[in-house]
């Protein structure tokens, strides 16, 4: 299953609702809104599926922390989408540095390339620029030592953490885990995100109303 949350409005108004959806069927399984995105309520629907006789095969996530060890009992996929924005968050769309370009390649082929391939592309990038990414500056105000360029050290250590659940949709094929959570992100949540913004300024009760209708008529579709 992909598993994903989406949220609407702005400070008071804001509020999210969590959805798990099929990847073999397509149907949307469960939902919940929530006001932050917790592991707590990932853990909730996942044991109120259980409850309702269904068996989890696999799960893809956006990375969440703390999800990949709450989703340690199935075969976890990193959604590569939403790795490549945490790199281009760290490293910006068009780095400068050439540690930074490197890096950028090397993530551009996530999608592309094998497991081996890409931690032996990680691995020689580390070592051509391990004396760059360990370069301490200090701060004046406190003294205290820090990476200087923390940002693309931060973008490294991304990758590293979540490389094990990079492959996973490779490492399973017969359970044809898709490597993103682009079913939700843009098969659901962007229709719904087209259909509250049409009926702005309802309150938030009746927008919930209006995302209930969409859910549950979604499987109909299909």
Not at 75 to 90: A, D, E, L, N, S
Not at 95 to 104: F, G, H, N, R, V
Request: hydrophobic content about 35%.
């Amino acid at each position: 299953m992909v598993a994903d949350a989406t949220f609407f409005g702005k400070r008071r108004d804001k509020f999210g609702v969590l959805v798990f959806k099929d990847v073999w069927s397509g149907d949307i399984l469960i939902w919940k809104y929530i006001e932050s995105e917790t592991i707590k309520d990932y853990m909730y629907l996942t044991n109120e599926l259980k409850d309702k006789g269904f068996s989890v095969r696999g799960v893809v996530i956006d990375g969440k922390r703390g999800l990949f060890k709450a989703f340690d009992a199935f075969p976890v996929q990193m959604c590569h989408f939403h790795q490549k924005m945490i790199v281009q968050r760290y490293i910006t769309r068009h780095p400068k540095l050439e540690a930074s370009k490197d890096l950028k390649k090397i993530v551009s082929r996530l999608t592309s390339t094998t497991e081996i391939r890409f931690i032996n592309s990680l691995d020689n990038w580390y070592v051509q620029h391990e004396a760059f990414l360990n370069e301490k500056s200090i701060n004046p105000a406190t003294g205290k030592e820090y990476f200087t360029h923390r940002k693309l050290v931060a973008s490294y250590r991304s990758l590293r953490r979540n490389l094990p659940y990079l492959f996973t949709y490779k490492n399973y094929p017969e359970l044809k885990i898709p490597n993103t959570t682009n079913s939700l992100d843009g098969g659901v949540f962007s229709q719904v995100k087209k259909l509250t913004k049409i009926h702005q300024g309802i309150t938030k009760s009746l927008k919930s109303k209006l995302i209930d209708d969409y859910l549950v008529s979604y499987n109909e579709k299909l």
